[in-house]
């Protein structure tokens, strides 16, 4: 095997494996980049047996901002370039469905103030609306909030009575968990017209969600609620006022939808490596700490999964809900693991 593969590279200059990474919990803790993540990194840039640069993506069920942006700070926390090519975010596959509502009111969700309106914009979406909008045009539809500064100054002046939502992306953590469980009520209830009758909700308004993760790790000594939170919160409300949950569509880590974008993605930093269309995908090795979101999403795309324990699985607790090729303490061990082979 040592031989066979490292030949294989040599002649065909094809990359005989390629990595995954997810970002809180392997590479980052808040903040703070991880030690190891620095160490990883430098051990694919070429400090490796076979002297060669491994491809990498980044896998993130985290958003907020642009990609170029979230990259400029991914850059300057690890001290090594990474691209918007090689960087995958929770919504970033949204820009494979804005064709569906480019033209179209739509409510976006999630991050500070209008960071998203401004994310949603640069994907396409010419009519992107905040809840922080709904409460400045009609501070009645949730009086337990009053718009700081800043909100209010990333407000726009829209009529929502007029404006008929037709759909609502939650593209990152909510910030306010009441007003947008009560505005997306509101939209959904009135088909669109937010303060418009309620009437049977007939699911015409998509309501569509980025990131499921129930937890993620930062620098707290415990995981952290994610999105995945906010949707269960959600439907419990709707539930409790429609006597069903609402159907909705998911994106992120583990959906199918976002391990085939990263395919596309990872072929096409193969093809420019190669000068050459990529056919066969090599081995692709995933590097999580969420047994629900990185191991079970590796597992069901035919990837290898690696699960390192600086994140939100513990071993500890007990076996991972999803078995991963194979464990390592941190992410620097994942890779070294994996070119053992070579060494
Ligand atoms: O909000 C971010 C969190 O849900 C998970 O991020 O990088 O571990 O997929 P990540
Ligand atoms: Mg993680």
Known sequence: ??????????????????????????????????????????????????????????????????????????????????????????????????????????????????????????????????????????????????????????????????????????????????????????????????????KDPDGSVELIFCNPDLLWRNEFDRPRIGQGGFRVAFQAVYKELTGSNYPYTQYGKPTAATYQFAETVLRKILEDLQGKAVHQMPSVYMVGDNPESDIAGANGAGWHSVLVHTGVYEPENGPPTHTPSYEANDVEEAIRIRMRVFS
């Open 1 to 198: 095997v040592r031989r066979g593969i490292s030949d294989h590279a040599t002649q065909f200059r094809e990359p005989p494996l390629v990595f995954a990474f997810d970002i809180d919990g392997v590479l980052v803790r808040g903040a703070q980049a991880l030690p190891a993540a620095k160490r990883a990194l430098n051990i694919l840039q070429g400090d490796n047996p076979m002297r060669m640069k491994i491809p990498f993506i980044l896998m993130t069920n985290g958003g907020g901002l642009g990609e170029e942006e979230r990259c400029r700070r991914l850059t300057s926390r690890l001290g090594f370039e990474i691209r918007p090519s090689q960087f995958i975010q929770a919504h970033t596959v949204l820009k494979t469905v804005v064709h569906k509502y480019a033209d179209h009111p739509v409510l976006v969700l999630g991050g500070r103030n209008d960071d998203i309106r401004k994310v949603a914009e640069r994907y396409g979406f010419k009519h992107a609306y905040t809840t922080l909008d709904v409460k400045a045009w009609n501070p009645a539809v949730w009086p337990f909030h009053d718009l700081t500064e800043a909100e209010r100054a990333s407000t726009k002046e829209v009529d929502f009575s007029k404006t008929p939502i037709r759909a609502i992306f939650v593209y990152h953590d909510p910030r306010n968990w009441a007003l947008d469980v009560q505005v997306i009520c509101d939209v959904i209830l009135s088909g669109g017209l937010i303060g418009g009758p309620y």
